[in-house]
């Protein structure tokens, strides 16, 4: 058992509307198992987990084998396969070849499967989970002033835990495995330990990155009750005293005055966790800003920057030669003004980008829709340099980069490369199937043509973590949706009524 849970399960007021007269555990809008038993003590509730739920490798002991499916390793020194088995034992991969023969295995029909291992996104917004769609048509600026300033001012630790849980399981449900919950709603320190719950009560292998609270003016420095940057150091006692878990500690640093982003980076190395930023969006990222951190010795091989639109050329040269990765969420910075995407930049600089979803409130949640963007833009501006003239083009981007970006490359950027973002024996069982037996695919003629070019979550077959079953044919596993629905419904129903917007959904 991880500290991480037994903190969680310990220490941490409910936050749910159900729990007030039933005493009932957040858990029991995940698992039809432990609703079952909602007259069992109330310990018992509280260590159920839908990891628990579920059918497993470790569970009964017994090693899984995913069989004769379509293998994408996503290591080039493992390869790919025609049609070959992956053998999971514990929460380990510990083959990936034709043809293994494992006595005493439970055995998954792969056949008809892509089998890979699963998206790693590096920078999403968990806590709007419950804001899906708000702003469809809308720019930073309208962001800024609804999302965050409206909402976010206004969000209770309950909205948190709900957000991030609906952000996490739709995560799973589409085949992102790991993701980097950039969490900057912590208005007070019960709304941290809510976030870090949702987290831990998914199941998905989340790195949580702290960040500053949120409030009307956007000057969080003024507000009090929050605990920024300084509360790391509890964290990391309390939830994160091991990074052997699911759940991993990153540092949040704020969009703000050098002064603070320096406070924030000087927390987080104290308390030995990596960082994340964004920098280089729209008019306001043409600062420098990463030059000033870099006068000030600042910039270091633990620190992913996100979007980079607008960055100059020293300040990617400057991420490039202190060994930093970065983050490109391609769809939304099209949409938002935040500049455009840097997938050019970053190649002709020597970096290979990873990929994040950002916001729900404008953005679909799989990876599938964060390729292709991706893909499209770097082709299109090639092609619009040889239309010009120009004879030396860049080379164009191929699809499997894209699913590299989306998977190793976030490993990497999520300080996780050593654990997960390829099937290679040795690493933890983060994998996905997806079913090409589908009408949008069929018949199958090229493995990596068709995730890239056609897939979608609706072929997201199963879903493995740590070599526990989060998802099996099609479904989620240990998921209560009446109960999720209602848990959804209320809490929209309290923000909007405590942000005072309209609650209309036309
Ligand atoms: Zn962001």
Redesign the pocket.
């Known amino acids: 058992m991880s500290p991480l849970l037994n903190a969680a399960r310990g220490n941490h007021p409910c936050h749910c509307l159900a729990c007030g007269s039933a005493g009932m555990s957040r858990r029991q809008f995940l698992c039809t198992a432990t609703a079952a038993a909602a007259m069992a003590p109330a310990v018992a509730l509280s260590l159920s987990s839908p990891a628990a739920a579920q059918q497993s490798a470790g569970a009964a002991g017994r090693p899984l084998l995913l069989k004769g499916g379509c293998v994408l390793s996503l290591d080039r020194a493992v390869g790919d396969f025609e049609q070959a088995d992956v053998l999971v034992e514990g929460n380990r991969i510990t083959a990936v070849r034709p043809n293994i023969d494992a006595a005493g295995a439970e055995t998954i029909d792969a056949t008809n499967t892509v089998v890979m291992p699963g998206f790693v996104d590096t920078?999403?917004?968990m806590w709007q989970g419950i804001l899906r769609n708000v702003l469809p048509d809308g720019s930073l600026e309208d962001y800024r002033n609804l999302v965050q300033r409206t909402f976010g001012a206004r969000y209770t630790p309950d909205d948190v835990y709900a957000g991030d849980l609906f952000s996490a399981l739709g995560a799973i449900d589409s085949g992102v495995t790991c993701v980097l919950d950039?969490s900057h709603i912590h208005n007070t320190p019960d709304h941290t330990d809510a976030a870090i719950k949702a987290l831990v009560d998914s199941g998905v292998r989340a790195v949580f990155a702290y960040g500053n609270p949120q409030n009307e003016n956007g000057r969080f420095w003024e507000m009090s009750g929050h605990k920024f940057p300084h509360d790391i150091a509890r964290l990391r006692r309390q939830y994160f005293s091991t990074d052997d878990q699911l759940t991993t500690l990153y540092m949040a640093a704020p969009s703000a005055a050098a002064e603070h982003i320096l406070e924030a980076f000087k927390a987080a190395r104290e308390a030995e966790a990596r960082i994340t930023i964004?920098v280089g969006v729209g008019e306001f990222g043409r600062n420098a800003l990463l030059e000033k951190l870099n006068a000030q010795g600042a910039l270091k091989s633990d620190t992913t920057y996100?979007?980079c639109c607008t960055l100059n050329d020293t300040e990617w040269k400057l991420i490039r030669d202190t060994g930093g990765t970065i983050s490109i969420?391609g769809y939304?910075e099209m949409l938002m003004g935040h500049g455009t995407p840097p997938v050019q930049k970053a190649i002709d600089t020597g970096i290979r980008p990873s990929l994040?979803v950002?916001?729900e409130t404008s953005v679909p949640n799989d990876f599938f829709h964060q390729m292709r963007p991706v893909l499209a833009l770097q082709k299109s501006d090639v092609w619009a340099r040889r239309l010009s003239g120009d004879k030396s083009p860049p080379k164009f981007l191929t699809a499997r980069e894209v699913l590299e970006f989306a998977t190793i490359e976030g490993a990497r950027a999520n300080g996780l490369e050593r654990k997960v973002g390829s099937l290679t024996p040795g690493k933890q069982a983060d994998i996905i199937m997806l079913r090409t037996d589908r009408l949008n695919v069929m018949p199958m003629n090229n493995a990596v043509g068709a995730v890239v070019t056609s897939m979608g979550p609706q072929n997201v077959d199963t879903v493995l973590i740590a070599g526990k079953v989060m998802k099996r044919n099609g479904q989620l596993v240990g998921v209560d949706f009446a109960r999720l629905k209602r848990l959804g419904d209320e809490a929209r129903e309290r923000l909007f009524s405590n942000a005072k917007v309209p609650p209309s959904r036309v």
Do not use: K
């Open positions: 920078h999403r917004h950039w964004h996100i979007h969420a939304v994040s950002d916001v």
